[in-house]
């Protein structure tokens, strides 16, 4: 791992940043020859993506030739930190250091300079060595950026509109939009340092069948594209598959349901139409009256018995006594 930041991960990361911190260690090993390098007044900017890790150098000189390496961390927002090396009686000292991500590449004896393992946005800030030796004091600064790719999505809005988000990045993203045209951008800064950049695209013309979203980011760049009329019409057919069937099933449950009331319909029609429900009704209904009448009249019974008993009697000797009776003899 090279001595000015870079992370593994992260391929092509702020070239500019990266030949400048070489430079200075460069420019370091040249003036420690010489002994009158100055102390810079100015921090060399390294960017480094969070959750990678960072290596920042000290001044290149021979180590065997410091008595005393100290390194200075000042994270932003956060109290101060010292870690030093003493050759002489080779102690390591710590004041004010909390942090375990933060440690000596190797052994000071060996390597005085400092890593840090997976970077966060905590760790942004300014960090220095100063090594002193016999022919002076020689330092190297450095203004740690710790970078935050963002969330990037995008999407349909309403009346008209397209909405693309980088959410949470560090730096602000830029967005872009292909075909050019009229469009609102808003920066929503969180407490962290990160920022939520929300563009939104309007388009008027009906031939604009869909649109790119272009967000440009110190971690990388990405692309992202959406259909507008044509989506549309795509979405429909997607789920025609669906919806044929759903037609075919309702239609099946309607003619079910006709011909269920088609049949209720036709046993209440025959129900209604028995007449012999009613004579049947009327003669159970006679009948109480009828046994009343027969059991209530003992005259009629008498009558009824006695013609009954005299009729074999009628013609008696050769008289006719029925219609003798009946003349009054």
Not at 265 to 287: A, L, Y
């Amino acid at each position: 791992m090279s001595c000015f930041g870079r992370t593994s991960d992260l391929a092509v990361l702020l070239i500019w940043g990266v030949f400048e911190a070489a430079s200075s260690c460069m420019n370091g090993n040249q003036m420690a020859q010489n002994g009158s390098w100055p102390l810079p007044e100015v921090s060399t900017p390294v960017s480094v993506q969070m959750g990678t890790k960072a290596l920042l150098c000290c001044p290149a000189i021979l180590v065997t030739k410091a008595l005393l390496i100290t390194w200075e961390i000042a994270p932003r927002d956060q109290p101060p930190c010292r870690i030093s090396y003493r050759a002489e009686t080779r102690e390591t000292n710590e004041t004010n250091c909390t942090d375990r991500r933060i440690t000596w590449a190797s052994t000071p004896d060996q390597s005085p300079n400092l890593q840090i393992n997976a970077v966060a946005l905590d760790h942004d800030g300014n960090y220095s060595c100063v090594m002193a030796g016999p022919s002076g004091n020689f330092q190297v600064k450095y203004d740690l950026q710790v970078l935050v790719p963002p969330e990037v999505a995008l999407s349909r809005g309403k009346n008209r509109t397209a909405v693309c988000e980088a959410t949470a990045g560090k730096p602000a993203a830029q967005i872009f939009w292909t075909p050019d045209g009229h469009h609102v951008t808003k920066n929503e800064p969180h407490s962290n340092g990160t920022v939520t950049v929300r563009s939104t695209y309007y388009w008027e013309q009906n031939n604009v069948s869909s649109v790119f979203c272009f967000v440009s980011h110190s971690t990388g760049n990405q692309t992202l594209s959406v259909q507008l009329n044509r989506g549309r019409g795509r979405e429909l057919g997607s789920y025609i598959p669906y919806i044929i069937p759903s037609i075919i099933i309702i239609i099946i449950l309607i003619i079910i349901g006709c011909i269920w009331l088609l049949k209720i319909s036709g046993f209440r029609k025959c129900k209604w139409t028995r007449p012999e429900t009613s004579s049947v009704v009327e003669e159970d209904d006679m009948q109480p009256y009828a046994s009343y009448t027969e059991k209530s009249n003992p005259l009629y019974d008498t009558v009824t018995k006695v013609e009954a008993g005299s009729m074999p009697q009628r013609e008696v000797n050769g008289t006719d006594w029925l219609a003798l009776s009946a003349t009054g003899i």
